[in-house]
């Protein structure tokens, strides 16, 4: 009888756990798709290459259709800004040849096995090289004004400083070029609105420049100059290669003081400088330097509106550091080796993207550094994406993205269906829509 019930007994148990695992195990043909990680929830094959997004083709459209630029394209896209859908403003540093990919040529003089262009691979970088968009003396620690470190390019063949900046509309045409301050720039580096002025006065950081522009909506006047132009330094009134900025409601301005100047600082609403915080790293690539407060290449910035935290892209040390609008150490989380995180992005869920260049990768964290999600793939193929350097978000979610090495910018639009978290957040606007 022992037996009999324990054998009846483990049938019962067999028989239950067939059943359960048949309800919470799907079977080809049955139940509901699984959602897992993909952005569009249910969906069968691919692996989220452009995340939520999808390249919209020809825009911008091409450099040539601008009267007097035939056989002209983009050259290195530095900055992009997205007033609205219908008004983009694009920075670049003068325009390249526009040239088909060539044909493969062997290299016996360079070494065995070595060929250009390589296959699968971008062929042309719009940002390096001593011929490539001016002017040269670009890397961290470069200096603008040493004539070795300049640029040894032809103008005029190998590339023209022209179109620096132009603003494109929503079908990709350029419907203005601002050619007037083309001889004032040096090297335009990031473009803004400030979403807090009700002017819509529109920024240049320019850091070969060493300075910050204001000009008037319509880019017909120069509003006002903060910095001393051309001229490198570490006081109040000297930026040493600035690179981005950020607002918060009141006004208050944050730069990136950048490339070679190793700090933070801060400004009021009429540009009257208050203090800047930051000293020189000792690490590097492989050694970054851990210590709070210490630099090495102030790239990326964002302001967080709510917090008022300020988020640091500390570039040569791989990581963010995070502190509060005074400059008080607050956080830090690394990025993994080899990333290059060369801009932040805050928007209106107060979650922090990085825009990562060596990996190619977009990636969203949570203010306390927790990865949410990434997507992105190096290419030169539309979607794909080549040392991207500035990006913006307008008011339909559309996501734009400035490649310095792709001498492009593109434009993403959010696919149908797509999970709302997997989305960069809208912009957050204080004085205008």
């Given amino acids: 009888m022992k037996r009999v019930l324990t054998i009846l007994t483990v049938a019962v148990a067999f028989a239950a756990g067939f059943l359960v695992a048949s309800r919470s195990t799907?079977?080809?043909g049955q139940g509901a798709p699984a959602n897992g990680w993909a952005a569009i929830p249910g969906e069968k094959g691919g692996w989220d290459l452009f995340g939520p997004y999808e390249p919209v083709a020809n825009w911008p459209k091409p450099l040539s259709t601008l009267?007097?630029?035939?056989g002209w394209t983009w050259g290195a896209v530095e900055g992009i800004f997205a007033e609205s859908p219908d008004r983009v403003y694009i920075i670049q540093r003068g325009e390249l040849p526009d040239l088909k990919r060539p044909a493969q040529v062997a290299l016996p003089q360079l070494g065995p096995s070595l060929s250009f262009p390589v296959g699968q691979v971008p062929w042309r970088n719009a940002s390096q090289g001593v011929v490539s968009s001016p002017p040269g003396a670009g890397g961290p620690g470069a200096d603008p004004e040493d004539p070795a470190q300049?640029?040894?390019g032809r103008m005029g063949i190998d590339a023209k400083w022209e179109n620096n900046f132009v603003v494109v509309n929503a079908a990709?045409?350029?419907?203005?070029?601002?050619?007037?301050w083309d001889k004032m720039?040096?090297?335009p580096h990031a473009v803004y609105v400030n979403p807090y002025d009700a002017q819509k006065h529109v920024w240049v950081v320019d850091d070969h420049g060493e300075d910050i522009l204001e000009f008037t909506h319509d880019g017909k006047q120069l509003v006002k100059t903060i910095g001393t132009p051309s001229k490198a330094g570490d006081d109040a009134t000297h930026f040493n290669r600035p690179t981005f900025l950020a607002w918060l409601p009141d006004g208050t301005m944050f730069v990136s003081d950048g490339y070679n100047g190793h700090r933070v600082k801060k400004f009021d609403k009429d540009g009257k400088f208050l203090l800047s915080w930051g000293e020189k790293g000792e690490g590097s690539g492989a050694k970054p330097d851990t210590r709070p407060?210490?630099?090495n290449v102030v790239h990326g910035l964002a302001v967080d509106p709510q917090s008022r935290r300020v988020y640091v892209s500390d570039r040569?040390?791989?990581?963010?550091q995070v502190f509060d609008e005074n400059g008080k150490f607050i956080d830090q989380w690394t990025f993994a080796q080899p990333s290059s995180v060369n801009f932040l992005y805050v928007g209106e869920d107060h979650n922090v993207w990085a825009f990562d260049d060596t990996t190619s990768h977009i990636i969203k964290y949570d203010p306390?550094?927790?990865p949410l999600y990434a997507w992105g793939a190096l290419g030169d193929y539309p979607g794909a994406l080549f040392n991207m350097h500035g990006a913006s978000v307008d008011q339909q979610g559309n996501v734009y993205v400035a490649e310095v090495a792709g001498g492009r910018a593109q434009k993403f639009r959010p696919r149908a269906g797509a999970r709302p978290e997997t989305l960069i957040a809208k912009p957050i606007y204080g004085a205008w829509k």
């Fill in 185 to 187: 720039f040096r090297r």
């Fill in 316 to 320: 040569g040390n791989r990581r963010m």
């Fill in 150 to 152: 300049a640029w040894k």
């Fill in 26 to 28: 799907p079977v080809h």
């Fill in 172 to 180: 990709g045409d350029i419907v203005e070029s601002w050619t007037q």
């Fill in 293 to 295: 407060g210490y630099f």
């Fill in 67 to 70: 009267p007097g630029q035939q």
């Fill in 368 to 370: 306390q550094g927790h």
